[in-house]
Nanobody, 114 residues
């Protein structure tokens, strides 16, 4: 059974940093690309970052230069380091894997506010 469990969200001031983690189980983690999405209130879920099995990275234009996605295959965990946070980064952040179909975690709330 595929499980994705996000953690690390919280309230942070503009310009601050957070590191999100997503612990995965139920599939061969190292064999699958991993993704972070986010969904702000009243908006559609959007792709934030992707890390391939080979370490190829992709970022949404809105987070380039501020966010870094990484993975630790030994720990079955994917991370999202978020720096220089802005109020518009406020959203629920979700981890995703396409293992025959899309699987999602429960999400972790990130709020950027002074």
């Amino acid at each position: 059974q595929v499980q994705l469990v996000e953690s690390g969200g919280g309230l942070v001031q503009p310009g601050g940093s957070l590191r999100l983690s997503c612990a995965a189980s139920g599939f061969t983690f190292s064999s699958y690309d991993m993704r972070w999405y986010r969904q702000a209130p009243g908006k559609e879920r959007e792709l934030v970052a992707v890390i391939s099995t080979r370490g190829t990275l992709h970022y949404a234009d809105s987070v380039k230069g501020r966010f870094t996605i990484s993975r630790d295959n030994a720990k079955n965990t994917v991370y999202l380091q978020m720096n220089s946070l802005k109020p518009e980064d406020t959203a629920v952040y979700y981890c995703n894997v396409r293992y025959y179909s899309d699987y999602w975690g429960q999400g972790t709330q990130v709020t950027v506010s002074s």
